[in-house]
């Protein structure tokens, strides 16, 4: 196993608040890494700072051994590094084969003269990215909503849309966040299910910020657990789950 | 939704522009009656003789909605509006897919208008002009609006809203004082009269007659034809290419783009959009939309000099989108033509209104109550051009008519033109169970 994402030592300060407080850690290749946290512990951020949304004042992020400070955000897309978002940032007024097809962005070329020409090799490959985003409407089994404008689904639909488009990015490392949120039993198992298809058949990489322990201690490799933008634990979930300080910060000291 | 379900057995099949065979039958027939609409079609273009429809009061007169076929001066306005297609579906693609507000687009008309007059207008004393034929002038204009665009894009892709509408407002007062400068002058001519603009003949170089000639009066397959007729089926034809260029563009993997940066600009940005650069796109393709349309527009018109291409003009478009419906290719067609041809059918109907003022039935008591004519009574509007504040001119009911229609419609409905036709469409194929 090799390492595909290195994150070393990252501090982000907003004005006074630090959201992130001298946090590392790894993700190997194959893996499915977990963070977990209260509300606020800065998971998101690290998302954002992965993707370069946000810069880190400290700290160095590394993906495939090269650093990715300070490169735009769609740069990183490029390298191989897809995400979903907390609250669901699909494009809403498009169907859903076009929000994928904007996943396939980046492994398109067409230019606006090819594109409104509408000659040979600009519309051959509209057609094969087509192809793939249909394997993947496939694999969601999402079929029955592909034409749908994505504003119009339900909730759990978009979640899984939103994953979809990721996925269409032909990513090396996915970082998921919060995939299950506000879903119901059902849904996240389905959810669940997709990830854990991911993981087999794609064999992408993963990060995923999840609130539902249960989920995170069925399906994760490792987990890490921050409080306060600072790391209190990093291990298998056994180990995680017997940690004394990740059980004062869920539980309360008193549970220690 | 409410038919039986297509069956496609390709997505070469799936991602035509019209799918179905009804709406490849409509389009057909859509571009034959535009291709005819210059000829004389008599059922259709003067008085009915057909005794039935003649004992209908309105209809047996010819109604002025149908005088635009053959020769007429309908056929100047219908060509008008052609040509602001081709620059609505340009600010379209900025505004109404990329989500960037411009009122900047009468400057880029502007800069295509000069840009064309430079390349292929004649050369006087006082202006430039390098006699090129219409090949190189048409798309030059397209170009240089282009290449202007590309010039104020890196301040204008850093902006939005409002701040972006400001300093694109800001190039239509900068463009007008530029071509009342000694400089601007050698390209836009005197500043109340304006410059003439090259003519649309087809020529391989500069030779003195033209391989085809637009802009003469002449026959064409064996049809004698007016200049005007001939116009129009040139700028009907340039109209189509620019419909399937932006149609185009709306489906693949630009249009995509631009839209994603409308509706979430960074997640677009994550998911590989690389924001400035399509900005940048956005304002290049709409600008040379507009140089087309802008260089075509001059040359229609003939003669006008560059303070047309004003604030109001770009307030028009934003109407078009506004009304049409933005960010759809069909809806920037229907206000174009909506907002092109409204104020001469109010023109045309306050006219045959007044006409009829003096004779004795419905219509004349109607138009007493409405019209304002020489005798000075009190309807609101008045016949004559030049009014004090009240009663309306025409000018100024077409002026109230479009800020009332960009209420109602902002209000009642977002979609534009657009969105009423969808709904009539489902309103239909639900028929007759619509509820
Ligand atoms: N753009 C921002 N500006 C200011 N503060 C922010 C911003 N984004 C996050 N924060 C702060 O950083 C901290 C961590 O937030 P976040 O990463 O969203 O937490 P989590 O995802 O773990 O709930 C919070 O205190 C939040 O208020
Ligand atoms: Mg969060």
């Given at each position: 196993?090799?390492?595909l994402?290195?994150v070393?030592?990252?501090t982000?300060?907003?004005?006074?608040?630090t959201?992130?407080?001298?946090?590392?850690?790894?993700?190997?290749?194959?893996?499915?890494?977990?963070?977990?946290?209260?509300?606020?512990?800065?998971?998101?951020?690290?998302?954002?700072?992965?993707?370069q949304?946000?810069r880190?004042?400290e700290?160095?992020i590394?993906?495939?051994?090269?650093s990715?400070m300070g490169t735009?955000p769609?740069?990183v897309a490029?390298?191989?590094?897809?995400?979903?978002?907390?609250n669901?940032?699909?494009?809403?007024?498009m169907t859903?084969i076009?929000n994928?097809?904007t996943g396939?962005?980046?492994?398109?070329k067409g230019?606006?003269?090819?594109?409104a020409l509408?000659?040979?090799k600009a519309?051959?490959e509209?057609m094969?990215?087509r192809?793939?985003v249909?394997d993947i409407?496939?694999f969601?089994?999402?079929?029955q909503?592909?034409k749908?404008?994505v504003?119009?689904?339900?909730y759990g639909i978009?979640?899984?849309?939103?994953?979809g488009r990721?996925?269409a990015?032909d990513p090396?490392i996915?970082?998921?966040d919060?995939?299950?949120?506000g879903?119901?039993l059902e849904?996240?198992?389905?959810m669940?299910?997709f990830?854990?298809?991911?993981?087999r058949e794609l064999?992408?990489?993963?990060?995923?910020v999840?609130h539902?322990?249960g989920l995170?201690?069925?399906?994760?490799?490792?987990?890490?657990?921050?409080?306060f933008?600072?790391?209190?634990a990093?291990?298998t979930?056994?180990?995680?789950?017997?940690?004394?300080?990740?059980i004062a910060a869920?539980?309360?000291?008193?549970?220690? | 939704?409410?038919?039986?379900?297509?069956?496609?057995?390709?997505?070469q099949a799936?991602?035509q522009?019209?799918?179905?065979?009804t709406?490849?039958?409509?389009?057909?027939?859509a571009?034959v009656?535009?291709?005819?609409?210059p000829f004389?079609?008599?059922i259709?273009?003067g008085?009915t003789e057909l005794?039935?429809?003649?004992?209908?009061p309105l209809?047996?007169?010819?109604?002025?909605f149908f005088?635009f076929?053959g020769?007429?001066?309908?056929l100047r306005?219908m060509?008008?509006a052609m040509?602001?297609v081709?620059?609505a579906?340009?600010?379209?693609?900025l505004?109404?897919?990329?989500?960037?507000v411009?009122?900047?687009?009468?400057?880029?008309?502007?800069v295509?208008?000069y840009?064309?007059?430079f390349?292929g207008?004649?050369?006087?004393?006082?202006?430039y002009?390098?006699?090129l034929p219409?090949w190189?002038?048409?798309?030059g204009?397209?170009?240089g609006a282009?290449?202007?665009?590309?010039?104020?894009s890196p301040?204008?892709v850093?902006?939005?809203?409002l701040?972006l509408?400001?300093?694109?407002?800001g190039?239509?007062?900068?463009?007008?004082?530029?071509g009342?400068?000694d400089?601007?002058?050698?390209?836009?001519?005197?500043?109340?009269?304006g410059?003439?603009?090259?003519?649309?003949?087809?020529?391989?170089?500069?030779?003195?007659?033209p391989?085809?000639?637009?802009?003469?009066k002449?026959s064409w397959f064996?049809?004698e034809m007016?200049?005007?007729?001939?116009?129009?089926l040139f700028?009907?034809a340039?109209?189509l290419?620019?419909i399937?260029?932006a149609?185009?563009?709306?489906r693949t993997?630009t249009g995509?783009?631009?839209?994603?940066?409308?509706?979430r600009?960074i997640?677009?940005?994550?998911?590989g959009v690389?924001e400035f650069?399509?900005k940048?796109?956005?304002?290049?393709?709409?600008s040379?939309?507009?140089?087309?349309?802008?260089?075509?527009?001059?040359?229609?018109?003939?003669k006008?000099p560059?303070?047309?291409?004003n604030?109001?003009?770009?307030i028009?478009?934003?109407?078009?989108l506004?009304?049409g419906g933005?960010?759809t290719v069909a809806?920037?067609i229907?206000?174009?033509?909506?907002?092109?041809?409204l104020?001469?059918?109010v023109?045309?109907?306050?006219?045959?209104?007044?006409?009829?003022a003096?004779?004795?039935?419905i219509?004349?008591?109607?138009?007493?109550?409405?019209l304002?004519g020489?005798?000075?009574?009190?309807g609101?509007?008045?016949?004559?051009?030049?009014?004090?504040n009240?009663?309306?001119?025409?000018?100024?009911?077409?002026?109230?008519?479009?800020?009332?229609?960009i209420?109602?419609f902002l209000i009642f409905?977002?979609?534009?033109l657009?969105?009423i036709?969808?709904?009539?469409?489902?309103y239909?194929k639900r028929w007759?169970?619509?509820y």
């Open positions: 196993m090799s390492t994402l290195e070393e030592n990252i982000l300060r907003f004005g006074g608040v959201a992130i407080n001298d946090v590392s850690f790894s993700v190997e290749d194959h893996e499915l890494f977990a963070i977990i946290g209260p509300n606020g512990a800065g998971k998101t951020s690290i998302f954002n700072t992965i993707s949304v946000y880190p004042q700290g160095d590394r993906f495939e051994g090269s990715i735009r769609d740069h490029e390298m191989g590094i897809a995400r979903t978002f907390q669901i940032e699909l494009f809403p007024q859903v076009d994928l097809l396939r962005h980046i492994r398109m230019s606006v003269f090819s594109g509408w000659w040979g519309k051959r509209e094969e990215n192809r793939k249909e409407i496939d969601l089994e999402i079929e909503w592909r749908y404008p504003a119009l689904l339900p978009q979640k899984r849309v939103e994953l990721a996925l990015m090396k996915l970082l998921l919060e995939p299950v949120a879903m119901n849904e996240t198992e389905d669940a299910r990830i854990l298809d991911i993981k064999d992408i990489a993963m990060v995923m999840e539902d322990m995170v201690m069925d399906i994760a490799d490792r987990v890490m657990v921050l409080d933008g600072q790391r209190i990093l291990g979930p056994d180990e995680v789950q017997k940690n004394p300080d990740v869920y539980l309360g000291s008193e549970f220690a | 939704m409410f038919r039986r379900p297509n069956l496609y057995t390709s997505y799936e991602t522009v019209l799918p179905t065979f709406k490849k039958v409509i389009a057909i027939f571009i009656a535009l291709f005819l609409m004389d079609v008599p259709i273009s008085p005794p039935i429809l003649r004992s209908i209809i047996g007169d010819g109604l002025p005088r076929l020769d007429a001066a309908w306005y060509s008008d040509i602001v081709v620059a579906l340009g600010l379209n693609i505004t109404g897919m990329a989500g960037q411009s009122l900047g687009h009468a400057f880029f008309l502007g295509g208008a840009t064309g007059a390349l207008g004649h050369a006087t004393d006082s202006v002009g390098h006699g219409m190189i002038w048409l798309p204009a397209g170009v282009a290449l202007v665009g590309i010039i104020v301040v204008a850093r902006l939005r809203g701040y509408a400001i300093v694109t407002l190039l239509v007062f900068l463009g007008i004082h530029m009342n400068t400089w601007g002058r050698k390209f836009a001519g005197d500043p109340s009269l410059r003439s603009f090259p003519e649309m003949d087809l020529r391989v170089w500069k030779e003195e007659t391989l085809v000639s637009i802009s003469e002449g064996g049809v007016s200049s005007n007729q001939k116009e129009f700028v009907a340039v109209m290419v620019f399937f260029f149609v185009n563009i709306k993997r995509r783009a631009l839209q994603a940066i409308r509706d600009d997640a677009a940005e994550v998911m690389a650069k399509y940048l796109v956005a304002f290049a393709t709409s040379f939309f507009a140089g087309v349309a802008g260089a075509l527009y001059a040359s229609h018109i003939g006008m560059a303070a047309q291409f604030l109001i003009l770009s028009e478009f934003i109407a078009i506004l009304i933005a960010g809806g920037t229907m206000g174009s033509f909506f907002v092109i041809l104020p001469e059918l023109k045309d109907f306050s006219d045959w209104l007044s006409e009829r003096e004779g004795e039935g219509v004349a008591s109607v138009s007493e109550v409405i304002s020489n005798q000075g009574d009190f609101p509007i008045s016949t004559a051009t030049q009014t004090p009240y009663p309306l001119n025409v000018f100024d009911l077409n002026l109230v008519l479009y800020g009332v229609l209420i109602v409905e977002p979609l534009g657009y969105g036709w969808i709904k009539v469409r489902n239909w007759p169970f619509s």
